[in-house]
């Protein structure tokens, strides 16, 4: 059936933000209500408001954009420039930025709501519809009951595995028991996570995301439980831990594999009673949130080897969900590359690009082994270079990681390692096998680490290691040099 009513115009929302991943949920979940264009730093936002006037009608400013991420001044310098050249335009703050201090500064510049992040897309959908109705501007965005927006929008993809993916979304969401996504790195676990909250009864609750890789394991205790008032230096005041603020919300609990050992078991405690300790206090303290975890790591294999708890791994894989790569999903690397060229276009103020025959063939083709995250950075990349242009299979090809030069390398490397080990021991008797392993070793750890750009995590990962080994590498190591 054609349906020729002419629809209400959506409000045009300028979206400023530098992480992808925000960029991408948010455009998804709001473009829903909204014409969203999205910019990553000042310069860009200023470059879409001059390109776009009158047309857009709010602002969703992060306040720490680059050159200083995390620092609020750039985001407040970008409040004033909006307003001097739309002052009609309304402007609500999403930051990380904690206090009020920071509320206030930006109300005192212009901005219209300050809110905190992290915050669930039907509160901030509810605020901004406030923000347009406050303002009498006509909107076809009416405040969201529970459960309206649509959590699986940000999963991309009809074919057979996105389609049972979604299923076991609907079927776990609402379930009180942990939940493991597994799955390659760039697959989009963190939004298969956040589909899992707002699809649940506890959507109204707080949903809380730590990195278990992204801090030292030194800070994992702390951060996860909180810690008493002097329970170690620079404990100046009792603070509350991840568990303690997510209540009976929603605890999403990213690269699960890099959790220390020792940390292991008290996770296991928490997921078993719900019980846990502030660091530094002997009162058990009760939490009721639910646990999701994910890994791109084999946790099962892990375990049978030692390298994970096996008591743990049973307890938070009641339930598994598995993020399929791209590589398997055929004809959803076309609906993804027009979302994103869909997404970023606009905000370089460019045409979308096109592809010729065989550039379109090689997409469908290329096993995409970094998968959506590397899709979506292709997708960017050629925005930029070949803005409203055919671009072809040569210009396509530079973008792409294919790897051939990778194997007659690597099958080189092997074929002379025996043919070098006997040329060293028949010209060497004063070999020593345990000194030639840590040159070896060392060898392999700075390169990894050169190549991780000094994230020991990603180097962790990059030697087959997990991360608090590699740690303990780098102290032996330094110890014998």
């Known amino acids: 059936m054609n349906d020729t009513a002419p629809r209400p115009a959506k409000p045009g929302l300028l979206l400023v933000d530098d992480d992808p991943l925000i960029v991408d949920t948010l455009g998804i979940v709001l473009g829903q ?49 909006l307003l001097a050249r739309a002052p009609s335009m309304k402007i609500v703050v999403l930051s990380g930025q904690s206090g009020d201090a920071a509320a206030r500064h930006a109300r005192a510049l212009g901005a219209t709501e300050f809110v905190a992040k992290p915050t669930r897309p039907a509160d901030l959908l509810r605020i901004l519809g406030k923000v347009m109705a406050a303002a009498g501007a006509e909107s076809a965005v009416t405040e969201p009951v529970a459960g309206r927006v649509d959590a699986l929008g940000a999963l991309i993809g009809e074919s057979p595995p996105m389609q049972n993916l979604k299923t076991q979304i609907r079927l776990y969401a609402n379930s009180p028991f942990p939940v493991l996504i597994e799955g390659e790195s760039g697959s989009g676990k963190e939004i298969v996570a956040a589909a899992l909250h707002t699809l649940s009864a506890r959507r109204d609750k707080a949903y809380l995301a730590l990195n278990c890789a992204a801090i030292a394991p030194s800070l994992v205790e702390p951060t996860l439980f909180g810690y008493a008032k002097g329970a170690f230096t620079g404990a100046n005041t009792a603070t509350a831990g991840y568990f303690e603020e997510a209540q009976s919300g929603t605890l999403f609990l990213d690269e699960i594999g890099e959790l220390p050992l020792e ?69 959803d690397k076309r609906l993804l590359l027009e979302h994103f060229r869909g997404l970023y276009a606009p905000a370089a103020g460019a045409g979308e690009f096109t592809f010729d025959a065989p550039a379109s063939r090689l997409w469908l083709d290329y096993p995409f082994p970094g998968n959506v995250r590397e899709l979506r950075n292709i997708v960017i990349r050629l925005v930029t270079k070949y803005p409203g242009a055919a671009v072809g299979l040569a210009g396509l090809e530079q973008e792409l990681d294919s790897g051939v030069t990778l194997a007659p390398a690597a099958e080189r490397a092997a074929d002379s390692l025996d043919a070098s080990a006997f040329e060293e021991l028949g010209r060497d008797r004063g070999f020593d096998l345990d000194a030639k392993l840590n040159d070896w070793e060392r060898a392999y750890v700075s390169a990894a680490l050169r190549l991780a750009n000094g994230n020991v995590s990603q180097a962790a990962r990059l030697l087959g290691l997990n991360r608090t080994t590699l740690y303990s590498r780098l102290a032996a190591l330094e110890r014998e040099s």
């Open 263 to 331: 940390l292991q078991a008290k996770l296991l405690r928490v997921l078993e009673n719900g019980e846990y300790n502030r660091v530094g206090e002997t009162q058990p303290r009760k939490s009721l949130a639910r646990i999701v975890a994910a890994t791109n790591r084999d946790l099962r294999r892990e375990a049978k080897s030692g390298g994970f708890r096996t008591d743990l791994y049973h307890r938070l894989s009641v339930f598994c969900v598995r993020v399929p790569a791209l590589r398997d999903l055929g004809d």
């Open 33 to 81: 209500y909204y014409e969203v264009t999205c910019a990553d730093c000042h310069d860009a936002a200023i470059k879409v408001l001059d390109g776009l006037g009158q047309r857009l009608h709010l602002a969703l400013v992060d306040l720490g954009l680059p050159p200083k991420p995390h620092a609020p001044d750039e985001g407040y310098r970008l409040i004033a420039s």
